[in-house]
């Protein structure tokens, strides 16, 4: 019977896997998922329970982590745009505390592209991007994804595996529906989620769906990896500590795509 690499390594081994919707979280640093210029401005407050906040110098833009350390493995990642300081938010994005921290560094590293654009340029990209949707889904079809369109006005993508995907609402049903949906993991229970309310720029859609088919590995320890799909996953060359006696020789990896990056 044959084994997954994963299965002869210390739990502790570090590794680097594909797909990126498969290798788990990573580490959780709001300083590092938000890498904003917080020395130029931008206010960060952080308690001891790891519940954070940043703001935008204008504080147009939000971003928080709600950890909820009672509830191991659950937290919420948030970021609203509001058109100015102190209303409602215009739109919103939430990803689980599960979502790989790669992806979360990429979308909120064009966000600030975004608002820095906006900021010496005059534009606003931030409430009016005009970035068309396929930017954000064509790539995932490049990759072997599958797709399938509905006539309740949405249409799904999903992995070659069957264990993660994106769903846009191409029709606007109404300002409370999300535009995008995306998850990875088995869809009854997936490891994590991501919400993009109506009104998101899609160039932010853009940038999370290139993290999401990337294919520079992701580094896990093996023990951080989801246990229910780790069969799904390609091992690249293992680094660090490993059994003694265990020689895993990695599958092989698809050959890199050419697509969207920074």
């Not at 739990?11 to 959780?28: E, I, K, N, T």
């Amino acid at each position: 019977m044959l084994t997954h690499p994963l299965e002869n390594l210390d739990p502790a081994q570090s590794v680097q896997v594909l797909p990126r919707h498969l290798a788990g979280p990573g580490a959780v640093d709001p300083r590092a998922a938000w890498a904003f210029p917080f020395e130029e401005g931008w206010p960060f407050a952080q308690t001891e329970a790891g519940t954070a906040a940043a703001f935008s110098p204008c504080l147009r833009l939000q971003t928080t982590f709600d950890s909820q350390p009672d509830k191991p493995g659950k937290g919420t990642w948030t970021i609203n745009a509001h058109r100015a300081p102190f209303t409602s938010p215009a739109w919103r994005i939430t990803f689980d505390a599960t979502t790989p921290a790669e992806m979360l560094h990429e979308v909120h590293s064009e966000l600030l592209d975004l608002y820095l654009e906006d900021r010496y340029s005059g534009q606003d990209r931030l409430f009016q991007d005009e970035t068309a949707p396929y930017e954000a889904y064509a790539p995932l079809l490049t990759r072997g994804w599958s797709h399938a369109v509905k006539t309740d006005g949405t249409q799904t993508f999903l992995t070659p595996e069957g264990l993660g995907g994106v769903r846009h609402r191409y029709a606007n049903g109404g300002s409370s529906e999300l535009a995008w949906r995306a998850w990875g993991g088995y869809p009854s229970e997936p490891h994590w989620t991501a919400r993009f309310s109506f009104g998101t720029p899609t160039t932010l859609v853009a940038a999370f769906t290139a993290s999401l088919i990337s294919t520079e590995p992701l580094q896990r320890t093996v023990q951080d990896v989801p246990v229910q799909t780790r069969r799904a996953l390609y091992v690249a060359t293992p680094t660090g500590k490993q059994q003694h006696g265990s020689t895993p020789v990695p599958p092989t990896l698809p050959a890199p795509v050419s697509g969207r990056s920074r």
